[in-house]
């Protein structure tokens, strides 16, 4: 079986998916427990906002379907930092 990796960007319908990596990865890196439903709103933001940022989904193709496997956000916000 040979798998293909492809980064496209995410679409609304996959955003309780995004949201989930969020939460996961926040357990893991910050022993952190976020609100699902604020996590899940605030991923629809950025689908609701696209001035906000946008999200990018990795996908696993084979032939056995697709999965994401992993979510990248770019957020536009200028900090000031210089």
């Known amino acids: 079986m040979t798998t293909q990796f492809i980064v496209r960007n995410a679409v609304q ?4 998916t995004i949201a989930q990596f969020n939460i996961n990865m926040a357990l893991e890196t910050e022993d952190l427990k976020l609100n699902e439903t604020t996590v899940l709103n605030g991923v ?18 084979s032939n056995e379907g697709e999965k994401i496997v992993g979510c990248c956000m770019v957020s536009f916000y200028y900090c000031g930092f210089a």
């Open 13 to 16: 319908d996959e955003a309780p």
């Open 44 to 61: 629809k933001a950025i689908f609701k906002r696209p001035a906000l940022g946008c999200y990018f989904v990795a996908v696993a193709k």
